[in-house]
């Protein structure tokens, strides 16, 4: 999954919080988190989760408040392109969040 991710975002930074890798650009876009992590209900696999999730379109993530995500418990059942679109979007939605807050500061 790191590799996907690092294939559709090139410039993203990627930082450790909780323990877990985050993926950044202006703000954080997702994350993979093993169930090897105790405090989070990931219980087998690993689960690949978008900050701004709750703003997809797709209803394929379990969304909470904050989050959505998808777990995946072997490298056979990952959607690649599927995981790519989602990427993607969640890229867009970063960008337009900093064009909405850069129009209100002009």
């Known amino acids: 999954m790191r590799k996907i991710i690092l294939e559709c975002i090139p410039n993203c930074k990627e930082k450790l919080a ?3 890798p985050f993926y950044y650009c202006h703000s954080r876009i997702c994350y993979i988190w093993p169930a090897s992590i105790p405090w989070e209900k990931v219980e087998k696999g690993v689960a ?4 701004k999730g709750t703003s ?3 209803e394929t993530f379990k969304t909470t408040k ?3 995500k998808v777990t ?3 490298v056979a059942a990952i959607d690649v392109a599927f995981l790519r679109q989602q990427i993607y979007e ?3 939605i970063d960008e ?7 129009r209100k500061i002009q």
């Open 18 to 20: 909780y323990n877990v």
């Open 48 to 51: 690949i989760g978008f900050c």
């Open 56 to 58: 997809f379109l797709d």
């Open 66 to 68: 904050f989050t959505s």
């Open 72 to 74: 995946f418990t072997s």
């Open 90 to 92: 969640a890229v867009l």
């Open 96 to 102: 337009q969040i900093v064009k909405a807050k850069r």
